[in-house]
């Protein structure tokens, strides 16, 4: 076998939530480029438009609109879906707030879509990925604060360790149905969602300072790394956690 191929995607049909903007934009548009058929799953309208790149480019894809906070609209996502092969945990958010002054709204508001949110969407994935026989792989998108700590951000890094946690214990879980379950974990990146935090010129540079290769990231550094999880190139990896952070927790 080719080498290039093991990182093939042809004939899989795969999920990313949050796939309107940013990382789940990228993430889908590179899973379409090694040949899955991507649902771009998104309570943002936005999300066709990301289908119709995809299509623009060759690629098949497709939109729906779903919150994935809402167990009911996950429900009919997943009554309606055939199958899914691969499943991309991309959808998240952040609001960064002093230990002392965290609302209980924000706390819910975090953990209802970083965490309860993305237990829900992937057990749904699991229950067809088991019932098809053929396995599948997860993956999903934390943090390199699933796995060090910052002032501000305490609701996020406890919810992204949570999802570093769940991958571990999916992983162990699934492995007898061919499930493989793994992590991207990047460091600040440069999207819609960041860019208010680097507005702030002391915060972007604070930021570089603690990045050894001296850049933020970009989505598609995160979307390389989603497509190779996803791919036969990684049929041997399982529980874990792939730091795209450019050194920041190796310091």
Known sequence: MLSGSRFRLDGKMAVVTGG???????????????????????????ASVTADEIVEQG??????????????????????LPGIDILVNN???????PFLEVTEESLDTLLMLN???????????ARLMVGSGRGGAMVN?????????MAGRCVYTMTKHAIE????????????DGIRVNAVAPTFVETPMTAGFFADPKFRE???????????GNPIDVADAVVFLASPAASLVTGASLLVDGGWTAQ
């Open 206 to 216: 604070t930021v570089l300072e603690r990045i050894p290769l001296g850049r933020l």
């Open 59 to 80: 690629g098949i894809g497709e939109a729906s609109l779903c919150d994935i906070t809402d167990p009911v609209q996950v429900s009919s996502f997943f009554g309606g």
């Open 115 to 125: 965490v309860r949110a993305t237990f829900l969407f992937s057990q749904g994935a």
């Open 165 to 176: 946690g769940l991958t571990k214990a999916l992983a162990v879980e699934l492995a007898s």
């Open 20 to 46: 309107a903007r940013g990382i789940g934009h990228a993430c889908a548009l590179r899973l379409a480029d090694a040949g899955a058929h991507v649902l771009v799953v998104d309570r943002l309208a936005e």
């Open 141 to 149: 998108v934390t943090s390199q604060l699933g796995h060090v700590g």
């Open 91 to 97: 959808a998240g958010t952040n609001l960064p707030e």
